[in-house]
């Protein structure tokens, strides 16, 4: 009995020690932005060749593909790449455009009023977008403390796995 408890103190230590080095080195919270540590952002800013290759040749470290396995496999994700890049960039056209009819939208409502009128509704913008900032901040908040409480639970069943 002595000894598990002992075994269990001696592993709550050594999983104390386990640091996010990656996270460290670039200056970010660890805690809150463990999420962000995933493999598909190695992939961004990549051709859709290289994309292709890359998750081709992690799934052929696992599966052990053969030649012609590898080859419908790299055909496949290339696809998949080039109809991926192609959606994200009419994506980014669709939001330019809207950006662009917002703006001119806003400036033909404010054509339409008076001095005043547009002075509040200016304001009210304002107000907006205080509220939207102070709900932002809170949000983001609850989000960090979410996160310790998963690390916590997570560093806890690691624990108990271990004893």
Sequence with gaps: ML???????????FAQEKKDTKAEAKGINVAAHKHRDRKHDSLKNKTPEEVAKIKTDRMDQK??????????VYAF????AQDHKKIAAERKLYREKMRKQRKADHEKMMSL????QQQT????????????????????EMRKQ???????VRD???EQKAS
């Design 3 to 13: 000894s598990l408890a002992l075994s269990g103190l001696m592993l709550t230590g």
């Design 77 to 80: 994700h290339l696809r998949q």
């Design 156 to 158: 806890s069943e690691t």
């Design 113 to 116: 009023l008076t001095p005043e």
């Design 146 to 152: 979410e996160f310790k409480k998963q690390d916590a």
């Design 63 to 72: 599966l052990k593909f053969t030649d012609k396995q590898r080859e419908e």
């Design 121 to 140: 509704l200016k304001d009210a913008y304002a107000e907006n977008r205080k509220t939207h900032r102070f709900q932002w901040k809170k949000e983001r």
